[in-house]
């Protein structure tokens, strides 16, 4: 121990008082207080009643707007927003609701979810939202997992509702996000709407008083191998995602921002942008169950909105309809794209012909979910615009409060020369530890890092891409060919509405790709169209062994292609290069 055996340290001699303006003398060295200190500064803990309070608070008035699930468009503030978040806390309390309890919703973005969302959350109960598109089955599988007692939900999915109701036994609550006067048609007895559910409640609540680790969400991944698992944030976790989001070079919104948030609330959080527009005072418009091109132009339009965010499935669709229509977007500034890798027409058709800025994205549920996004830097935008529509189309760099890094399969880190591809894991105060309920048992290695599950490689500016899902890779002669890259070249073809590249087994190359192609209506194309069109884009050895036409490429519940139901689909595909094989 320091100063074990010595003599007692002599009592520092009385310094001479110094003259006004005179350094006093530094203290004896042997009189220095040493060893670990603590900072004095507040404990403000980390709690998401924090963020809808700022709102409230410095920008009561800034506007919310929302397509509302029975149609019309209404206005209202954050003030209303808080206000009626707090009625929803007592009307949760007055079921009885405590701490930890788990509160469901089955909802797109509107008003009236985000104050389920926040009168649940700052109560200390957990909001769970649920992804509508899963089969009712799954959802009823999910709730029942969660252990939810309520559920939220808009009155497009009273069909889910009826169908579910008898198989969720922990629910004895259900609430119709509506009015009286839209009040669905039903037999069911435990059912009120939520108009009347927070009517004559108090605003009088508190709020925030647990600690700043206490769960706060609930989101399940979408289980495309094995059961769905659960994802559950903690206040702190979402406020440190909310203050990693609102750096300059990720979301990067401001109070002067109009901010429309496509991407579902139950679609790991509207990648929090359901907590960054209210801490920023951004204006929030909610689109509600309308993701069609025309009904989000109309907002984006009619609103003003500079910001906005979604899967590239919802712009496609936009930019069809500004083509059919020869509409612009003069005042969109900024488009985030994510949840899928951005095709290359869409980053063009945004930049080149609407100047709208398009930052590629890249997260996952587990990350509560943002990772990368692609902000220029100076070295980048510095070059040519063709070098700098690659540097787009890669994932983007990492956020402070996310760390990243590519291994091998023996956890080896490989080297940030944008070419050493291997598994990407993750580390940050946002990213899951384990799952609810401890599914899958222990999720990360010895260093604290989790494996997303995704092929990339880094580059020596920070830029990461994605080359495959570890599950899609396609496995040929020992070499690993992306998935993504085929793909994201074949939606170049002019005849092309959506392509996927699956690994079919091979006898001599273990697996070789199928590229599988769904045209555009009217459009044609060969296989020896679609071959042509890839030479000389992808690598030899990359080329697909076949091409096959369907009328329909499926997508998941979060917009995403389903491999495993392609997969099942060409299961027993025969491919023509097997007989030369043979
Ligand atoms: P899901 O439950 O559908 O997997 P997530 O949103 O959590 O929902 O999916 C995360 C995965 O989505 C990532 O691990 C990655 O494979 C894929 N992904 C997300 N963003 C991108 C992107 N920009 N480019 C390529 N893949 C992406």
Not at 38 to 52: C, E, F, P, S
Not at 412 to 433: E, M, N, Q
Request: overall charge neutral.
């Amino acid at each position: 121990m320091f100063g074990m055996g010595k003599k007692k340290p002599e009592p520092a001699k009385a310094a001479t008082p110094a003259a006004p303006g005179v350094a006093t003398a530094m203290p004896a060295a042997s009189t220095i207080k040493r060893g670990p200190m603590n900072g004095m500064m507040q404990d403000w803990k980390l709690t998401v009643d924090k963020v809808i309070e700022h709102a409230y608070l410095n920008h009561g008035h800034q506007e919310i707007v929302t397509r509302t699930v029975e149609g019309p468009i209404v206005r209202s503030t954050y003030n209303d927003l808080y206000n009626r978040a707090r009625q929803c806390s007592n009307a949760l309390l007055a079921d009885g609701v405590q701490k930890g309890d788990r509160i469901a919703t089955l909802a797109w973005n509107t008003t009236r979810h985000i104050e389920t969302w926040y009168g649940t959350m700052c109560i200390g109960a957990v909001l769970h939202t649920l992804n509508p598109r899963l089969f009712p089955e799954q959802i009823a599988w999910i709730i029942n997992h969660a252990e939810d007692t309520h559920v939220f939900y808009d009155i497009t999915f009273q069909p889910i509702i009826e169908a579910i109701k008898d198989k969720v036994p922990t629910v004895k609550h259900f609430i119709v996000l509506t009015d009286a006067a839209h009040r669905p048609q039903s037999a069911m007895t435990n059912l009120r709407t939520y108009e009347e559910y927070i009517a004559g409640k108090s605003t009088d609540v508190t709020w925030g008083d647990f600690d700043e680790n206490t769960a706060c969400g609930l989101c399940y991944t979408s289980g495309t191998t094995g059961d769905p698992k659960g994802v559950l944030y903690s206040h702190r976790s979402n406020v440190l995602h909310t203050l990693i989001g609102m750096q300059y070079d990720a979301i990067g919104i401001g109070a002067r921002d109009t901010v429309l948030p496509v991407v579902p609330m139950f679609h790991a959080n509207a990648w929090g942008i359901a907590f960054s527009a209210p801490a920023v005072g951004a204006k929030l418009v909610l689109p509600g169950a309308k993701m069609d091109g025309e009904s989000i132009y109309e907002l984006l339009d009619g609103e003003k909105v500079s910001f906005t965010a979604a899967v590239p499935t919802v712009w496609l669709m936009l930019l069809q309809y500004l083509e059919a229509t020869g509409k612009q977007l003069p005042i969109l500034n900024k488009v985030v794209i994510g949840g899928s890798a951005v095709p290359e027409r869409i980053l063009r058709a945004f930049e080149e012909n609407y100047g709208v800025e398009v930052i590629h994205a890249w997260g996952m549920t587990e990350m509560s979910p943002l990772g990368s996004l692609g902000s220029m830097t100076t070295p980048v935008l510095s070059q040519d615009r063709e070098t700098i529509v690659k540097y787009k189309l890669k994932q983007g760099r990492t956020p402070f409060g996310v760390e990243m890094k590519v291994v091998d399969d023996a956890g080896k880190t490989l080297p940030r020369d944008g070419k050493s591809a291997g598994r990407l894991v993750v580390r940050g105060p946002a990213i899951a530890k384990s799952y609810f309920k401890n599914a899958g048992g222990n999720i990360l290695d010895n260093d604290g890092f989790f494996d997303t599950g995704d092929v990339a490689h880094l580059d020596e500016l920070g830029y990461m891409q994605i080359t495959d899902r570890a599950k899609d890779v396609i496995k040929s002669g020992g070499e690993w060919i992306s998935s993504i890259d085929i793909e994201n070249f074949a939606v170049g073809h002019p005849a092309v509405a959506n392509a996927a590249a699956i690994g079919l087994p091979h006898p001599k190359w273990d697996e070789r790709p199928l590229l599988i192609v769904q045209l555009k209506p009217g459009a044609t194309a060969t296989k020896e169209d679609m071959l042509n069109y890839l030479n000389g884009k992808i690598a030899k050895w990359w080329m697909p062994d076949d091409v096959a036409f369907v009328d329909n490429i499926p997508l998941g519940a979060t917009g995403k292609i389903n491999k495993l139901a392609l997969r099942a689909t060409f299961k027993d595909y025969k491919l023509p290069t097997i007989q030369a094989a043979e």
